[in-house]
């Protein structure tokens, strides 16, 4: 395999049954699609894959949704998955690319030096007929001693600085009507807008057929929302989990710096003391 983040259906086929090769469900959907994920993991899923649940194996104490989880909860949480640090780690979802890119990221700043995201997902899988196992595989328990970079994580706090200094260059990955304040956020409670001085650049911009699209249209998208690819970046969505689709096309074209807010607008559009830095429009 190449740098890429991304592994390919037929490369992962090969890898199948190798030792040192951990695969991973990381399917999550929005609360409105009203789907099970471990369900429908449980129903099929690529030979050998374990389900990450991203609900679960996160900080239970903010209040907020699938928060980044301690090192130490991190590290018994995916050894118990059967997954060591120094495995080859793939990690997919079941609509092509949506959820899989934010547990690539809890994998990298967790220390794994190989993990990619499995380009296309299940569907993709699904479209070469490869084969799928049903039910949960049996997991001898990995080792996995998680020492996070906190590098490529930003807190409320930094953001707070940031959107003061503008340091940093802030991309949101939310759909555009949200971003400029045009509808009510899905979760209740919060503010409509985006943090000031940040840029628009919607992950389903980035995405074709369950892909990302290619590199040079990658840099293309960037380049139109004038992001600087030489200076620091951030991103940020709802959650935290969209951004990191954002992180894993900055990477596919040679950033592999970026940092995701963790709290993302769950946080930002929720708490007082940022309530002077939102702003709406474009």
């Not at 989880?69 to 118990?80: L, M």
């Not at 990690?91 to 220390?111: E, P, Q």
């Not at 389903?204 to 690819?229: H, M, S, Y």
Request: hydrophobic share 45%; aromatic share 8%; proline share 5%.
């Amino acid at each position: 395999m190449n740098q890429s983040p991304l592994i390919s259906v037929r490369e992962l086929a090969v890898l199948l049954g190798q030792r040192g090769v951990s695969i991973v469900d990381a399917s999550w959907h929005m609360p409105i699609e009203q789907r099970d994920p471990n369900a429908e993991y449980l129903c099929a899923h690529i030979p050998g894959a374990v389900f990450f649940d991203i609900d679960a194996i996160a900080d239970q104490t903010s209040g907020l949704p699938h928060m980044l989880a301690a090192e130490k909860i991190f590290g018994a949480a995916v050894s118990d998955l059967g997954i060591n640090q120094d495995d080859k780690i793939i990690v997919y979802d079941s609509v092509g690319l949506f959820s899989a890119a934010r547990i690539w990221w809890n994998f990298r700043i967790a220390g794994v030096r190989q993990v990619y995201v499995l380009d296309g997902g299940l569907p993709a899988w699904r479209d070469l007929g490869l084969p799928l196992e049903k039910g949960a595989p049996a997991k001898t328990p990995g080792r996995f001693p998680a020492h996070y970079n906190r590098a490529l994580v930003r807190s409320f706090e930094q953001m707070l600085a940031n959107a003061q200094s503008g340091d940093e260059q802030i991309i949101d990955a939310r759909a555009g009507d949200r971003f400029r304040g045009e509808m009510a956020e899905p979760r209740a409670g919060l503010a409509s807008g985006h943090i000031l001085g940040s840029l628009s650049l919607p992950f389903t911009n980035l995405i074709v057929n369950g892909r990302l699209r290619p590199a040079d249209e990658l840099r293309r998208a960037f380049a139109e929302i004038e992001i600087n690819l030489e200076q620091p970046v951030v991103t940020t969505c709802g959650s935290g989990v969209t951004a990191a689709v954002l992180a894993l096309a900055l990477s596919v074209i040679g950033r592999n710096d970026v940092a995701i807010y963790d709290g993302s607008w769950s946080e930002w559009g929720g708490r007082p003391e940022s309530a002077d830095l939102i702003a709406t429009g474009k």
